[in-house]
C-alpha cells in the first residue's frame, strides 16, 4: 500500500509561484510513476501532469510552459512547481502514484493524496 501526502498549496496572485510536493511512503517498487490532477471548483477533476520512472514527463493542454514535475532521487517525493499562476488554477491539487502492477479494467489505477487547495486571487 502508498499513502501520499501533499503540502504547499496556499494563497498566491495572480503570475506568481507555488511549489507543491507529495511524499510517498511505503514500497517504490508499488508503484511507477507519479503525477497531479486538479479539480476546479465546481468543475471536473483533470490531469495536470505526470513523470514516469524513466523521467519522461506529460502536461495538460492548460498548464504547459509554466508548470514543471519533478522527483527527487529516492523517486519517493515528486513536485509541481507552479509559475504564472492565473485564477483559472484555482483548485484543489491531488498527488497520484501508478498502481504497478496495473490493476484489472475497472479497479481504480491510481493511489491518491488528499488534496491541498491552491487559490489564485487578488
Known amino acids: 500500500q502508498v499513502q501520499l501526502v501533499e503540502s504547499g498549496g496556499g494563497l498566491v496572485q495572480p503570475g506568481g509561484s507555488l511549489r507543491l510536493s507529495c511524499a510517498a511512503s511505503?514500497?517504490?517498487?508499488?508503484?511507477?510513476?507519479m503525477g497531479w490532477y486538479r479539480q476546479p471548483p465546481g468543475k471536473q477533476r483533470e490531469f495536470v501532469a505526470r513523470i514516469a520512472r524513466d523521467g519522461l514527463t506529460i502536461y495538460g493542454d492548460s498548464v504547459k510552459g509554466r508548470f514543471t514535475i519533478s522527483e527527487d532521487n529516492s523517486r519517493k517525493t515528486a513536485y509541481l512547481q507552479m509559475n504564472g499562476l492565473k485564477p483559472e488554477d484555482t483548485a484543489v491539487y491531488y498527488c497520484?502514484?501508478?498502481?504497478?502492477?496495473?490493476?484489472?479494467?475497472?479497479?481504480?489505477?491510481?493511489?491518491w493524496g488528499q488534496g491541498t487547495q491552491v487559490t489564485v486571487s487578488s
Open positions: 511505503g514500497s517504490i517498487f508499488n508503484f511507477n510513476a
Open positions: 497520484t502514484a501508478d498502481k504497478f502492477p496495473r490493476p484489472p479494467e475497472g479497479i481504480e489505477r491510481y493511489y
